[in-house]
Each structure stands twice: as C-alpha cells, then as structure tokens.
C-alpha cells in the first residue's frame, strides 16, 4: 500500500470504535457530498437513515455511534433480489445496480438491519443505501467517511487486518472494551465492524443476531424439498392406496350382503310357490 492508494485484491471492510467518536459529523457530511444527496435535518445527530441518507450519527448511552449498510458476507438482500440489482463485490462492498431493478422491494424485507430505502415519491424509484463507496475502494481509495474521520473513529482498510487490530485493541485495553467485535460473526460476517466500551444493544444494534448466514438458511430449508416431496409422495400414495382399499373391501362386503339378501329371497319365494304334490 502507498499513501492512501491501497491494494483492491482483498476483501475491504470498516472498523467502527465508538470509544474514538466525537460526535463531529464530518462522516455525515462526507457522504452526502459524496452522493450529491440533500439536506435532511435540522441536526445531523437527529437524522435517520432515508433514501437520501446514507449513514446516520446517534448518541446512545451517552456514546456517537454510526448507523449504515453493513455489507453482510453473504447478503441477505442479494440473495433474495429476482433480477440480481443487488451483489456482494470481491472487495467488499454490496452494490446496486438500478438499471435491473423491478421495484419488488424484496431486500427491503431481507435485510436484518433494516437499511434499504426506497424513493416512494419518485416517479421511477429506486432502493438506496451506502455502497461502501465502491467506486473510490476499486480505485484503491479509502471510503470517503473514512477518509475525513479526524479520529480514526472510522477507519477503512483489509477486513482481516481490521478484525485483528479490533481484537489486539481489545486485549491491550480491556478496561476500554467489551470484549466483542460486532460484525465478526452476526449473520455470517459484515464488511463493517464495530467496537465499544458498552453492550452493542445499548447503542441502537441488535444483540440477538443469528451467526449463520441469512442466505444459508434459506438454502437449507430448499434443498430439503426435494425429498419432503419426494416422502410427500409416497405418503399420499400410502393413504390413497389405504383409502382406496378400505372402499374396496366394504364395497365387496356390500355386495355380499346383497348377494345373500337376494339368495335368501328367492329362496324364500321358492318355499311359497304350490307344488303339484299339494294340487
């Protein structure tokens, strides 16, 4: 790597350190110049995430701490998106590609976080959402968040070498932490990671996130439907031929019975009939 130009082989990611955050702003900022989007508070620290915000700063339990895509491993929007708008890259991050997009809003449902917005007031709308800044990360460049944090609060480099400055921050301060890397494992892994001297929950996140990977389960539940069917099948073929046979058998009981009702009548119109004995 030579100045901020940085290898675009490996796999990029954020690591997020509340502990580092002052509140500033300039992340915010960033990213609305970035994306040419519009002002949208009156305070950047009371905006939500919107079609025309992509990155939020909260105060929570008396910490800032960021809110934006998390770039799942194995994204959940992706793989639920019909007409394939949506793509993990190799580098990182998940893209948008609204030339394909239909509008069905299945990401919107998928995403476990709750990212994705769409321009209801548009007349052709479309999903929105940060996408990591995939066009300065392809080109070697830090994300712009990133690049102006004054703190290092945010900071953008290869996942692998984030998770293990995450963790060596961890070790050597554990006073300063608590002892969880936010994204390492959620949902199968993020491209955003996050660290703090306080519970996750308590600063707006989900504490009660799945490990495996949203998509993963999804396949496990499909790739059992060949053989639920195939057992299906021959179930219904068991209670079909149960069924059909126990109305074969009362049915030739029936016909028994009639036949015996039959014999036992003519039997007994025969007993009736005079014989030349009694002329």
């Known amino acids: 790597m030579t100045g901020d130009v940085m290898d675009t082989q490996t796999k990029k990611a954020i690591l997020f350190d509340s502990t580092l955050c002052i509140g500033c702003g300039a992340c915010y900022q960033a990213c609305k110049e970035k994306n040419n989007l519009p002002r949208t508070a009156g305070h950047f620290l009371r905006d939500e995430l919107s079609a025309k915000t992509y990155t939020v700063v909260h105060l ?166 060949p053989s639920v069917v195939a057992a299906g099948g021959v179930l219904m073929s068991g209670i079909w031929w149960i069924t059909n046979r126990r109305v074969a058998v009362q049915r030739a009981a029936r016909e028994a019975q009639q036949r015996k009702a039959r014999e036992a009548q003519t039997e007994a119109q025969t007993d009736d009939q005079p014989t030349a004995k009694d002329g």
């Open 60 to 225: 929570r339990n008396s910490r800032f701490v960021r809110r934006m895509c998390m770039h799942c491993e194995q994204p959940a929007c992706a793989s639920v998106c019909p007409v394939a708008a949506l793509q993990k890259t190799a580098a990182g991050p998940v893209t948008y590609d609204e030339s394909k997009c239909m509008g069905c809003r299945y990401c919107m449902q998928a995403c476990p976080f709750g990212v994705p917005a769409y321009e209801w007031e548009a007349t052709l709308p479309r999903v929105r959402k940060c996408n990591l800044c995939a066009d300065r990360v392809a080109q070697g460049l830090p994300t712009a968040c990133a690049f102006v944090c004054p703190t290092g609060a945010t900071k953008f480099g290869e996942r692998e070498a984030l998770v293990a400055e995450a963790r060596a921050r961890i070790r050597d301060h554990p006073g300063n932490y608590v002892d969880r890397i936010y994204g390492l494992e959620e949902v199968g892994g993020t491209s955003v990671l996050l660290i703090a001297d306080v519970p996750i929950e308590t600063l707006g996140y989900r504490s009660n996130m799945l490990k495996e990977p949203l998509p993963q389960l999804t396949w496990n539940v499909l790739e059992k439907i």
